[in-house]
């Protein structure tokens, strides 16, 4: 599904160059749950925003479902993100003027489908996140774990193959964050692929596969070995 | 994105930010209802002007006496009266084809008095034919005899306010007044006539052109009106014709000099449609900076907005919206604002117009439809072009970038 191979990122600060990822390479299949851990600064999200296409890589190849993305214009990368990848963030990113079903909403609006369609879809999504009771509710009335599943329902609305996200348990506590795992293994189970970036150990290590990210430098640790992983990961 | 959600997208932020829109909404109504309201002002000045001349009568020349002259600086002036125009003069023009009446006039103040009343009027030295050339009517009595041109009758026609002034409800017909030194008898009234050019036509009195050559002891004509036939002067071509007939008449008779200037009614109305459309388009321009002004202020608003909306903006784009979607939301909001804003201040501009016209039923102040789409269609393009920049801006929001954190 997604093949990344030896990308490279650079960010220029003043006369220094910062390499933030470092020949990038990685295979996705359709299905896998994948997390990537590392510590602040280390190149997490904006490897996810490269796998998003909303960040442009400086050197590399990025094949998504077949597609060379490096060459798609910024209106083709805005219809592969719109259709085929679904995005949570960790602070949720809805507008706080809209219902939770008018944030379901939007990405159904954007793909100018039809009021009634749009309806039926997001009635369904906001049943598959356990939110149907709020669904006229606004952002400024609900829980944090409320508000990441409205997240979660406007990630999957489009039905997408691709669910990126980024630390979506950060700003939940705990009960919240288990549920939202929960919530994304059971996307996982219907056959989509997750790819988490998280500092969560507890949620790193749900994944299928796991990945740590260090300087930029992406490597993926063998399944079985929680001690070896955790070891890693508790030195960040 | 389709259009009905564009625009429920816009109502959503303009009601969000409901001072930042109401602010917005007041400068572009008052803009709007600026343009309409002054070039409204305008067009009723040339509409009034335009009626006015029609008051004068169709197919009016005006004879003035000298020639009018190219002067080295300065407006075009009247030269100097070899000869005066007489009374002669214009019983002569009578027998020329296409003229339909003639009316000499000698013009000036007078004290009219009657009983223990005394005022100041315009007084009009004329014949019978000058209530036709005038568009004029009786309310009563008769008008100036026949031979006003020949005897100086000591008789007079009062306007409507010299009468009510003189003898309140009384029947004036038959009475005596006094004019200067000398004394007239009333045989009619006109009927009530707004201004004409200035000249209050219900505050003059008529007398015959005799007797005016000796109430203000001058053989010379103020001017001469004549009135041309309909049906023989219809074209300008025929007009010009009798024109020239009228300029050799006066030739002949003042020794081969060339020394009148004639006014025709369409020139002088063509002279005062233009003056007042270019005053209209001024005043309409200098109206519009204020559209600018506030276009200005709609960028600079916008601008703060799309800042403060990064993150939404960014979000719209991680959700599939492309550079394009964006611009147009944001075109949108200000396009929805600047309509709801014009409608506004078209109603504020009409009802101003109302009111105006409560106050001064005589000038026609109305808005053209052209005006109301002009200053519609000025505005959204004031809000079009104001809204490129943030458009641009929000447009080339990097959504990597906003949404951390």
Not at chain 2, 234 to 256: C, F, L, M, P, W
Request: some cysteine.
């Amino acid at each position: 599904m997604i093949q990344l191979d030896k990308i490279n990122k650079y960010y220029k600060t003043g006369a220094e160059t910062l390499r933030v990822l470092n020949d990038i390479t990685l295979n996705i299949e359709q299905g896998d749950y994948i997390s990537i851990m590392g510590p602040s600064g280390s190149g997490k999200s904006t490897l996810l925003n490269m796998l998003g296409l909303l960040d442009v890589f400086d050197t590399g190849s990025y094949r998504l479902e077949g597609v060379q993305t490096e060459v798609l214009d910024e209106e083709q990368r805005a219809r592969i993100r719109g259709e085929n990848i679904g995005f949570i963030f960790q602070s949720f990113q809805l507008i706080d003027r809209l219902t939770a079903a008018e944030n379901v909403e939007l990405p159904l609006i954007l793909d100018e489908q039809s009021p009634k369609e749009r309806k039926q879809k997001v009635a369904h999504v906001l049943a598959q996140v356990g939110l149907s009771d709020r669904a006229t509710h606004r952002p400024g009335q609900m829980s944090g774990g409320q508000l990441q599943r409205v997240a979660i329902a406007r990630a999957i609305v489009m039905q997408p193959q691709l669910i990126l996200a980024d630390e979506p348990t950060g700003n939940l506590d705990q009960k919240s964050g288990k549920e939202i795992v929960a919530l994304l293994e059971e996307l996982n189970r219907k056959g989509l692929t997750v790819v988490v970036v998280t500092h969560d150990l507890a949620l790193g290590k749900r994944a299928k596969r796991r990945c740590v990210m260090v300087d930029g430098e992406l490597s993926e640790t063998p399944m079985g070995d929680d001690t070896a992983y955790e070891s890693i990961v508790m030195g960040f | 994105m389709m259009l009905p959600d564009v625009l429920r997208f816009s109502t959503q932020v303009l009601l969000r930010n409901t001072w930042r829109s109401v602010a917005l909404m007041v400068c572009v109504a008052i803009g709007v209802s600026a343009v309409i309201l002054l070039t409204g002002l305008g067009e009723g000045a040339r509409q009034y002007v335009r009626n006015e001349f029609n008051a004068l009568g169709t197919n009016l020349l005006v004879i003035f006496p000298g020639k009018r002259e190219t002067a080295g600086a300065g407006p075009p002036i009247y030269g100097t009266t070899p000869r005066d125009l007489t009374i002669e003069d214009a019983q002569h023009l009578q027998r020329i084809s296409g003229v339909d009446y003639v009316a000499p006039i000698i013009a000036g103040n007078a004290a009219v008095s009657h009983g223990a009343l005394s005022r100041e009027v315009v007084t009009i030295g004329s014949t019978d034919t000058f209530i036709q050339t005038r568009d004029m009517v009786l309310s009563m009595g008769k008008n100036l005899p026949e031979t006003s041109a020949e005897r100086a009758e000591p008789v007079c026609v009062l306007g409507m306010t010299l009468y009510r002034e003189l003898f309140g409800n009384e029947n004036p017909i038959g009475r005596i007044i006094t004019v200067e030194d000398y004394r007239y008898r009333v045989i009619g009234v006109l009927a009530q006539r707004g201004e004409s050019l200035g000249l209050d036509l219900r505050d003059v009195l008529l007398v015959p052109v005799r007797s005016a050559e000796m109430l203000f002891d001058t053989p010379a004509l103020f001017r001469i009106l004549v009135q041309l036939n309909p049906t023989h002067a219809k074209t300008d071509e025929q007009q010009n014709q009798v024109v020239e007939r009228i300029y050799a008449s006066i030739k002949e008779r003042h020794h081969g000099e060339e020394d009148i200037t004639i006014v025709t009614q369409k020139s002088m109305l063509d002279s005062f449609n233009s003056i007042l459309t270019t005053l209209t388009m001024v005043i309409g321009f200098l109206a519009g900076i204020s559209l600018l002004v506030a276009g200005i202020l709609i960028m600079n608003l916008s601008l703060i907005s799309v800042q403060r909306r990064r993150a939404e903006i960014g979000l719209l784009k991680a959700l599939g919206a492309s550079i394009r979607t964006v611009q147009i939301m944001i075109l949108s909001e200000t396009l929805l604002l600047i309509f709801i804003a014009s409608i506004i201040g078209l109603g504020l501009a009409h009802a101003l117009l109302l009111t105006l016209k409560l106050f001064f039923p005589y000038l026609p102040l109305e808005a053209p439809f052209w005006i109301n789409a002009l200053a519609l269609l000025v505005a959204l393009s004031v809000g079009t072009l104001f809204s490129i920049l943030p458009a641009r801006k929000a447009g080339s929001v990097p959504p990597a970038e906003v949404l951390r954190g």
